[in-house]
């Protein structure tokens, strides 16, 4: 098979599949989506070459069913596969499967993958390759353990992934109890029970080294980056290089992740992922991510190279064509992940629609989507990653909350108005952050829009009299379908009339038009009209990095209330967010008290607990678990006096 014949699928979904297949493409190589139901529209089941459904939304029967993956491949005739990150990246089971299909696998051998994919065996090999790893146990009696450790202690499943299960115990008396949900929530998540103990690292940073290596025994290191800014155990800006690291403390990051790639005869992109302590200064091994990062860009960036390219060679047995020598890095690069999700709300995931997507220039932007793409409840909330490359760190800062400014992504809620608080504070400014740096700074109190009530509608209303402004100067912009503006008695210049997601109208006089000047760090761009409707239209403007949208309604329903539609009586159970339903506690004639737990659901890989507001005997359980549900949807009603 020649280089330029092969036929490469790509088992994942999202940004990621955008990704690889933007590189397989630049190299010749065809390529084969596979989408579960929810993604069918999704951007990147048309940036395959092939597009195959391999399931409906459980994951199980879709993105992490080997089987219905490696039948697609046989039914695309595909060549290679490449696994993304999460999902079945880290799985040597489908890797070996894989290869006893007769694809070329894209990633690392299996055997690395399961050396590495549990942690339990991972913290044994790094020890055994002369990596320091966290004072920690895995084994016999966990409690004795914690103990001597001293507390506090973390607890983590030994497979987990993506900071899911991850609990801090400060005191011995909870332990017991933490231990045993963690495991019960191990084995549910992961298929493994099995757990850690780790000594809690106070003031952590998260600093992570890339790895590269090819089947002939090379393997070069592309420095550090720095993904200290989590929040819920969960990176949302990355950098690199890592800033504020003494030389030695580098150096010895490079060398031990070389160390432990070399141990196990690494030979395709990793991360070997370190806790520095900055009480310390020690460095601990954390973990080994055998995949591409969700943080690949930020190394490219500085080194110039193409990761995706690297491990695609890799696989087809070219050698890597860089020694480390020759790997040179220069500037400064971040990344700011944007998820669907509500900061001010513990950081919790949000479906929903988006209408709206405005990229200010001069970044890169990995996404998942694109104007008229559903957020679903089934998946991951990262839907885009804004990457800055400067030749500075200040730079490179600048950039970013730039960018943020410049940013409009809507209506469905994300955290870029965070995103863009943080980079703005002094401890980030001056890369003084460890793991801790949000709850460190308050947040989520960190401010709302703030001028989003005042300055948002009028900002919106006059970006969309410069669009029709424009349209009266002939250019066919999607707002010539829109009906004229609505024209009050005295002037016939209009006024414009605007819906925000609360339903409440915003009616904006020529006169405040006319004397809007935007504030600073406020930019209007974006536009949509609706995929249904010729003359339904939406209009979203930036506001301090958040994106607020409006409605501009329709003449005929203009004062008709909004929002009203299917919520149920006071103290029913209704879904907050569109999610899944996990776990039904309660059956109909039963009598609930305040705060018991009635109905949990799952919303992108967390649980949400909805409980009774108050005492009461349940009327009716209308939904089962697995079933698929909309916000406000009621999921239990009780009997009402
Ligand atoms: P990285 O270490 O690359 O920064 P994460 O550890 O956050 O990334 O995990 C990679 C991505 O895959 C994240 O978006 C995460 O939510 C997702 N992910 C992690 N584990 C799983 C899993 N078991 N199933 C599905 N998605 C996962
Ligand atoms: P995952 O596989 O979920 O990515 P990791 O072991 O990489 O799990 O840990 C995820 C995050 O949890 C780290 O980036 C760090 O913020 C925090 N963490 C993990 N172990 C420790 C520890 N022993 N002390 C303090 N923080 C830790
Ligand atoms: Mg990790």
Redesign the pocket.
Known sequence: MTESAMKLLVANRGE?ASRVFATARRLGWRTVAVFAEPDRNAPFVRQGDEARCIGPAA?DQS??SVPRILAAAADASADAVHPG???L??NAEFARSAIDAGLTWVGPHPEAIAHMGAKVEARAIAERAGVPTIPGASEGDLATAASEIGFPVLVKASAG????GIRIVRSPDGFAAALGEARTEAFR??GDDRLIVERYIERPRHI?VQIVGDRHGSIVHLGTRD?SSQRRY??LL?EAPAPNLPDATREGLHEAAVALARHIGYDSAG?V?FIVDTDSGDFFFLEM?T??????PVTEAICGLDLVEMQLRSAIGANLGISQTEVTFSGHSIEARINAEDPSDGFSPRAGDVRHVSVPDGVRWDSAVEPGSEISPY????IGKLIVHRPSRAAALDAVRGALDGLVLGPVPTNAGFLRWLVGTPQLRGGDMTTNIIDALGAPEFPAPPPAADAAPAAAAAWLRHLRHDRNAGHDGPWSRLGPFRLTEHRPEAAVLLRDAAGDLHEVSADAIEGHNAPAGMSAAGMSTGASSSDEGSVAVNVCGHTVTFEVPDRSDAWAPAGTAGTGSVGDIAAPFPAVVVEVSVVAGEAVAAGDAVVTVEAM?MLHSLVAAGAGVVAEVRCTPGDAVEANQVLVSFVHA
Do not use: A, W
Not at 291 to 296: F, G, I, M, S, T
Not at 379 to 382: A, F, R
């Open positions: 990621i994951l993105y992490l990150y999460g999902f990246s880290e992934g993506g900071g899911k998540s992961f992570e993904c969960q990176k990355e991360t992922e991510n995949r591409l990062q969700v943080e690949h998946y991951d909330p990262l890989k």
